[in-house]
């Protein structure tokens, strides 16, 4: 039977781990000079870039990190590092330089991962299937990621009308400040990575 208490659950915690309203400026800021269809297909791409990870992790996540020996904390930090690069660079401006292969890379990379399907999502996924038990328990997880993922497209998909308000000038302004807010991200995220280390989590 479909659990309506498991899958609020579960959908309210990933809202608060990937943060739509959040990635909002963080989208603007990585699509800003693009073309508005090559900006939609940006944000249908990031969505199903971070459902496929989320999913992948969710099938067979433990697995893969046991295999990989890799721990919990381990994966928080990584993701807080690769997020610190993408903030310096938005910070600094050189996110400002478009190129060829960008549309791609913005998509996958932070977009998808791991701004969107993050160590923190991941980790929550994990553990949401494993504690799981029977077809309406699952049914209710995977509902509860696929009606995330819908939120965080239409998200980035209407937030769009927001760069033709803003101008260059708050684009820019958009930029920066969302390079701050990603560098915070990301010292928490290995923060909490090296307070796990300490604590002997995963």
Not at 86 to 96: E, F, P, R, S, Y
């Amino acid at each position: 039977m479909f659990d309506f208490t498991l899958f609020g659950s579960v959908f309210f915690t990933l809202f608060v781990i990937m943060d739509p309203p959040g990635i909002t400026p963080i989208f603007l800021a990585l699509t800003s000079g693009r073309a508005t269809k090559v900006q939609r297909r940006m944000a249908f791409q990031a969505a199903g870039v971070a459902f496929g990870v989320i999913a992948v992790f969710g099938i067979c996540g433990q697995q893969i990190l046991d295999y990989l020996h890799v721990s919990v904390p381990a994966l928080r930090v990584a993701g807080g590092l690769l997020l610190l690069l993408i903030a310096l660079d938005l910070l600094t401006g050189k996110a400002d330089e478009p190129t060829q292969t960008k549309d791609v890379n913005v998509a996958l990379v932070p977009l998808g991962m791991p701004l969107l399907a993050g160590p923190g999502a991941i980790v929550t996924v994990i553990l949401a299937v494993q504690h799981a038990h029977g077809f309406g328990e699952q049914s209710s997880v995977w509902l509860a990621i696929v009606a995330m993922h819908a939120v965080l497209w239409l998200t980035m998909r209407y937030s769009l009308a927001i760069i033709r308000v803003i101008k260059e000038g708050g684009v820019v302004l958009v930029t920066r400040l969302s390079g701050m807010l990603l560098s915070a991200i990301a010292v928490q995220s290995i923060a909490n990575g090296v307070f796990g280390f300490i604590h002997g989590e995963g």
